[in-house]
């Protein structure tokens, strides 16, 4: 009885184990398609890595027979004046003196390409506030001769006068009380 006993669990067991292979045949066909792809890829990586090692470099021909290119002197660009020149009135500021008329500067428009048509808002002794252009007569008898990016120039009396644009210590116009 041993003997039928053991072939009984022996068939058993191979029975089992088919079951078992049966079942576990796609995870190990799957896992063998993954290595098998892994391994690809990482022959032709190898093979890429390796053909750029293997490559000479580039030629250069040597510097003589090379054609003389002549050196360029960048000290010059800035006498070139790219974005223009700025207006500079340091002589005609110290000749002109600040106007005694009761007028206040409190604003200036202006365009660097149509300087004609700078403004300039001025208040009165009155309060009134108006906007006014190079020519244009102002309360007291002055007239405007020129608008400049922080004072206006007057003709008063015969003499330039400017009207300077006051600013407080946020750097908005001064207001008057």
Known sequence: MKIKELLRIAFQFKATEADVFRVATPHILATCLAIGYLSYVLFFLTLAVAS?????????????SAIDVPTLDFSQIGDWHLFGQALTNDSAETAVTETQLQL????????????????????????????YRSGDELPGGASIQAIEKKRVVLLHNNRQEFLPLKRNSVGLPATTE
């Open 52 to 64: 750029d090692v293997e490559r000479p470099a580039p030629f250069v021909p040597p510097l003589e």
């Open 104 to 131: 206040t500067l409190l604003g200036v428009f202006l365009l660097s390409h149509a300087p004609e048509a700078a403004g300039a808002i001025i208040q009165a002794e009155g309060g009134q506030q108006k906007k």
